[in-house]
């Protein structure tokens, strides 16, 4: 059983040593709530698929809301765990077990909380945005994610990084005519077209913007190259899959909205297939100006 009281440390190590890639997480999601539920005295306790949530209902004035993923990339020959010079190794101990582990000690330990405490485990955040489970709780369970005030526990090396970016995919795809190479006049190279798409990456500057004091650093860039059918074929089909991480000023329709004027002109096609909404920094929120204040 993971011990909740004891040593966050320790408890990060135990969580990292029960693997949980994305949509494996059963394992760890039923240890967590074995855990809560003999452990933190006073919580009401909910499982949302391989999510755990649990919240105290004190009438206190405010909430806060304390959110981890609780999901891995896939393992690299890291696991188990090992502690080594002092520093923990194993998959997923900064990204975000320890931070887990630090939230999972407050609801074993901190008997008299000054706010209400919502405690999120979720799961599948490391993959696509669709198959996320906080954006399930959100249409599932949406009353679990009132709060005032909400603390992610991703690695931040230990500062307040307010709200977030959005971010968004786009494949940008060509089409031509195939033919034989030594014929390459009766064919339409799809490849060749991808040129215009990545010189526009390639010259387009970046915004930073200046938001609540936080400056965030858009970037939009290329992540995925496809194409080719044989050494001696002229490609009908290439295409390259654009990443844009946005600062939350723009919803994910404006962002769109962006891309697609970026490539307008070209002879592509440009299809979303994934996003996900920034998020504003909120640092004037009474709650959120006391964290600030107590952080340092
Ligand atoms: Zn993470």
Not at 113 to 137: F, K, S
Request: charged share 25%; aromatic share 4%.
């Amino acid at each position: 059983v993971l011990d909740l009281h004891g040593d966050p440390i320790a408890l990060t190590a135990a969580l990292v040593d029960i693997p949980s890639e994305s949509r494996d997480e059963g394992r760890i999601a039923d240890e967590i709530e074995a855990a809560l539920r003999e452990q933190a005295a006073g919580f009401e306790i909910v499982r949302n698929a391989d999510a755990v949530l649990a919240r105290t209902n004190l009438r206190r004035p405010s909430r806060v809301l304390l959110a981890g993923h609780i999901d891995t990339v896939p393992a690299a020959d890291n696991l188990p765990s090992r502690l080594a010079d002092g520093q923990l190794h194993g998959c997923g101990t900064s990204d975000m077990k320890s931070g887990d582990a630090v939230f999972l000690h407050l609801a074993a330990t901190v008997a008299d909380p000054r706010h209400d405490i919502t405690l999120v485990m979720y799961d599948c955040e490391e993959i696509e945005a669709a198959a996320n489970g906080l954006g399930r709780i959100e249409r599932e369970l949406p009353d679990w994610l009132q709060a005032d005030v909400a603390i992610l526990g991703e690695p931040s090396g230990g500062y307040i990084e307010a709200g977030c970016q959005g971010t968004l995919r786009v494949v940008v795809s060509a089409a031509g005519t195939r033919a034989h190479s030594a014929r390459s006049w009766l064919g339409d190279n799809a490849i060749h077209k991808l040129g215009d798409v990545l010189a526009r990456l390639k010259a387009y500057q970046a915004r930073s913007v200046d938001i609540d004091g936080c400056t965030y650093r858009e970037g939009l860039s290329a992540v995925r190259i496809d194409g080719g059918v044989a050494g001696n074929v002229i490609p009908d089909a290439a295409s390259v899959t654009v990443n844009f991480r946005f600062a939350p000023d723009r919803s994910v329709d404006e962002a769109l909205k962006h891309v697609l004027e970026l490539f307008d002109g070209l002879d592509v096609d440009v299809q979303l297939t994934d996003s996900a909404a920034g998020a504003l920094p909120g640092l004037t929120a009474p709650a959120a100006a006391a964290l600030v204040e107590a952080a340092g």
